[in-house]
């Protein structure tokens, strides 16, 4: 029995260094390679397991080599993979482009992440339902979200929904089965309906989208923090100074800090407070998953 199950993504990042980002026809050579584990679910898994909860995932690689890399790469951080499936279409890859400056594109082929249904979430709907928490994201099919959200509150599982990345048409039953919506800024705009959007307006569009049916949301700020609301109070988390490197995974780190809060029996607040610092020392690092901390550093850095 797990206390965390992630239902979502993973996908292999290759990352190539350029002297500048292409142009449309051009053709570039590239300074360097790496590739490292990725993908939003797989991220959000390695955090709270980091941190030391017990976490399964659900999802779907290829059956190739990076498929391999993969799951090792779950295995390796001590997380449950007996939900895991191979599909016969290549691991979800994202290929990004970075600039000498930082600046970086991103094209990500979904591959085996589109793959997810929900005859195999039936075949695993036990490690679901014996968990205490199930995380999201919108890395997989939106219509397997809605039916592990529906098993969720059919079974007493809270379920943080975080809605990455941006998606149009997330219907209010969802929101309402969700017990924490997790929208970085951008995210909360497109929720509230509106794409363009002001920094001075994000209490109003909090409030919008808490009023669609939300029993609690957190807004993620970036190095501005987050925003709790719950029932009309609206609460700021300054978030921890530091010299940020790389902000890669600050939300993944977040939405792992923030699991790993409650699961241990945290108030929400406090564990928002966990979150702060655990992301806070993501940002420090290089990375995505490479960058997530330990259970021993979080704790020196609280203390
Ligand atoms: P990503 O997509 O890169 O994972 P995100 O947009 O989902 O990020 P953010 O809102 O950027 O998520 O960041 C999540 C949390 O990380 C913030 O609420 C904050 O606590 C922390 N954080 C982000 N940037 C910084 C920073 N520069 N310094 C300290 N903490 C930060």
Redesign the pocket.
Known sequence: MSDIVVVGSLNMDMVVNVPHIPAVGETLLATDIHHYAGG?GA?QAVAAARLGAKVSMIGRVGKDKNGELLLKNLRDNNIDVSGMEIDEDMSGTAFINVDPLGDNNIVVYPGANNKITIDQIERHRSIIENSKICILQLEIPYNVVKYVVDLCYEKGVKVIF?P?PALEGIEDELIKKTYILVP???ELAMMSGKIEFIMDNIEDLSRKVYSRGCENLIV???????LYVKDGCLKY?E????K?VD????????VGGLAVGLVEGKSIEESIKF??FV??L??TKNGAQDSLPNRLEVEEFIN
């Open positions: 939003k991220n975080n990455a970085n800024e951008t993620t700020l970036g190095n501005k923090g987050s988390f978030s921890k100074k530091v940020a902000t890669t995974a600050a939300g993944d780190s977040f979150a702060t992301s806070a993501a940002v």
